[in-house]
């Protein structure tokens, strides 16, 4: 049976291990760099997008939203006025 004293140590060879790291902090630093250049794409895509709208998204939304409630509640009326039959 061999003891703990007869084991060789475990050998790290320190200047892959560094460069390994180095070159992962590249990678890192150059994948958020890529982000960042096409989140600033895509936000100027979108501000053109809009620009080039006839009308703003704020007002195509509250009239969406007008457009629901009346919907809603002709429904609702509807429904009211109109109770289900027995069968």
Request: proline letters at 5%.
């Amino acid at each position: 049976m061999a003891d703990a004293s007869s084991r060789g140590d475990i050998q790290v060879n320190r200047s892959l291990l560094v460069g390994g790291g180095v070159l992962v902090g590249l990678g890192g630093l150059l994948g958020f760099t890529g982000m960042a250049l096409i989140s600033s794409a895509l936000i100027s895509a979108t501000r053109q997008w809009i620009d080039h709208l006839e009308r703003p998204p704020s007002e195509i939304a509250r009239r969406r939203w007008e457009q629901a409630k009346a919907a809603a509640a002709a429904g609702a009326a509807a429904w009211r006025d109109n109770p289900p039959s027995a069968t």
